[in-house]
């Protein structure tokens, strides 16, 4: 039952709590050898190349229960290690199964990654057992974007104020460093699936508060992927929507003050679009479905400007359970909403 359960998932040896390695221990001496195979097999690619981010210590970050174990049946992996080539080819049967019309899907789809923490905690893992899962729900969802036409797609991972609010506890340094390496690791073990899937990546956010290794990963990924197009993929690390427009205000500021063809009554919003993060995705630079999990109904600083209107979708259910089912329902009820931008429709 164990094993079962861990061919579906692949979780690296230094993301499991204490208790964790142990199930996983005694479920390979009772199967043998035969056990690590079938984990380590169920995803070559991630077994032989996942970055894996050590596992911080500190009770707070590590804390979980007794008898912490993975409570997830093998179906609710469907999409993880699946190559494009395979979601392609059931994209059109998944969207016709749920009534859509692929012409009237959004082109830009942007999301919310809440509820990674509160995911492990409600089944007793270590909270870095939930950011591992994240990722990975990330993953198919980027796979899921790039098989039903969606021109591109914004994740929120980590936000600026995560480094210091000043009413709420910010995360503890050592899961700080966890994410930007998880983040890292994300960057480099799908890079060369989105060179040769036509998805192009771009970082997005404040590129000085992130580590250097992280950036230059970052780097080497956008000139690898530059000339794609099939799917412009934003990670939003380091970013808040405000830094975004005060960050662009600048810009207008120092063009119009240094006489470089500009003049202050001529900024426009077209000016200040234009010198946004997402204006690298072009005509699809504003999302037209936000998306956000785990039962929060707020925007929280993303991508402020550029949802003025977006069509909001929220749901109860954490991000690490956001699979197929819930981004159709997701894409379900932002087509059967009447887009008016303002206007009356007579």
């Known amino acids: 039952m164990v094993m079962s359960a861990l061919r579906a998932i692949y979780i690296p040896r230094s993301l499991f709590s204490p208790s964790s390695r142990a199930i996983l221990a005694r479920a390979r001496k009772a199967h043998g050898s035969r056990g690590k195979n079938m984990l380590l097999s169920h995803s070559p690619t991630l077994a032989a190349t996942t970055h894996r981010p050590a ?153 000085s508060r992130r580590p250097a290794s992280l950036q230059s990963a970052a780097t080497e990924a956008e000139e690898a992927t530059r000339h794609n197009s099939q799917l412009v993929l934003m990670l939003a690390i380091c970013y808040s929507g405000r830094w975004d427009i005060a960050r662009a205000c600048r810009e207008l500021a120092a063009e119009a003050r240094y006489g470089l063809l500009l003049r202050p009554e001529d900024i426009d919003e077209a000016m200040l679009d234009a010198r946004l993060v997402t204006s690298l995705a072009g005509e699809f630079s504003s999302p037209d479905l936000l998306i956000r999990t785990s039962g929060e109904m707020r925007l929280s600083n993303f991508l402020l400007w550029q949802s003025a209107y977006s069509e909001l979708y929220f749901t109860d259910t954490m991000w690490p359970d956001f699979g197929e089912e819930e981004y159709l329902r997701a894409l379900g009820s932002y087509q059967s909403r009447d887009r008016r931008f303002g206007q009356r429709k007579f």
């Open 55 to 207: 596992l911080p210590s500190g009770s707070r970050f590590r804390s979980c229960s007794s008898d912490a174990r993975l409570r997830r049946p093998p179906c609710a992996r469907s999409g993880v290690g699946v190559g494009v080539e395979t979601l392609a080819a059931t994209a059109e049967a998944a969207l016709l199964r749920a009534g859509l019309r692929a012409e009237s899907l959004p082109r830009h789809v942007a999301v919310v990654m809440d509820g990674n923490s509160r995911w492990a905690r409600k089944r007793g893992l270590a909270v870095a057992e939930g950011h591992a899962e994240g990722r990975r729900t990330l993953e198919r969802t980027v796979r899921l974007s790039r098989a039903w036409g969606v021109s591109a797609l914004t994740a929120f991972a980590f936000s600026l104020e995560n480094f210091s609010r000043p009413k709420a506890r910010p995360p503890p340094p050592a899961e700080v460093d966890f994410l930007m390496e998880l983040f890292e690791g994300l960057i480099r073990d799908n890079v060369d699936e989105y060179a040769r899937e036509g998805i192009r990546l771009h970082v997005i956010g404040d590129a």
